[in-house]
């Protein structure tokens, strides 16, 4: 037990913590919603009530979906993309011929969708959490739309509207800031014992762990 604790501790922990925050966004939710509701006079959701509701999963959707778009488009844009000095980074003046044979070797014995498995697999996470933010917050716009006397919406027009995108990319922008922030710190600072980091005696121009 000791050594699988050992072993799986980083996944373990944040694990842990993305289910306390969860938890915790789920219970402070609830008591906004409501007290939204309340000003509306109408009736409060008891907590079940809003684990279902729109409210709850257009939140979830959204900041999910924001996530996984900024892993996904990071692992595809280390790909192809240089950033001299910073430990996530491939070195673009690494050239090594024999170790480049070798890796067009290895390359053949796998089938394309292997070889691109980690993207696609960001790709289907941020599909299904764009879908959960576009169904949670239609149903929550709809909820709002017949609290002031209005006709419920499409989907189409909640996509096309300004409400949902505004809702995406304030999230979208700042997820990319902090995928930048580490890409241009590490070429300076260090931290002792992180992957994400150089070693301490590397210097600044030195590129990728």
Excluded at 3 to 26: I, M
Excluded at 93 to 105: N, Q, T
Excluded at 113 to 123: A, C, D, E, P
Aim: hydrophobic share 45%; aromatic share 14%.
């Amino acid at each position: 037990m000791k050594r699988f604790f050992r072993n799986n501790g980083l996944s373990l922990v944040l694990g842990t913590l993305f289910l306390v925050f969860w938890a915790g966004q789920a219970v402070a939710g609830w008591k906004v919603h409501n007290g939204d509701r309340v000003l509306h006079a109408a009736g409060e959701l008891s907590f079940s009530e809003y684990l279902a509701s729109g409210h709850f999963w257009q939140a979830t959707g959204e900041n999910w979906e924001s996530e996984f778009l900024q892993m996904g488009a990071y692992v595809l844009l280390t790909c192809f993309l240089f950033q001299k000095g910073s430990a996530e980074s491939n070195d673009p003046d690494a050239c090594d011929p024999a170790a480049e044979a070798e890796a067009a070797a290895v390359k053949k014995r796998y089938g394309v969708l292997y070889r691109n498995s980690l993207s696609l697999g960001f790709l289907v996470l941020f599909l299904l959490s764009f879908w959960m933010h576009a169904e949670g917050g239609l149903r929550q716009w709809n909820a709002e739309n017949l609290e002031h006397g209005e006709a419920p919406g499409t989907m189409t027009d909640f996509l096309t509207g300004a409400e949902f995108w505004f809702q995406s990319l304030q999230n979208w922008q700042s997820e990319f800031l902090a995928v930048l922030s580490i890409v241009l710190l590490s070429i300076f600072l260090r931290q002792d014992g992180s992957p994400e980091s150089k070693p301490m005696v590397a210097a600044n121009s030195d590129t990728g762990e």
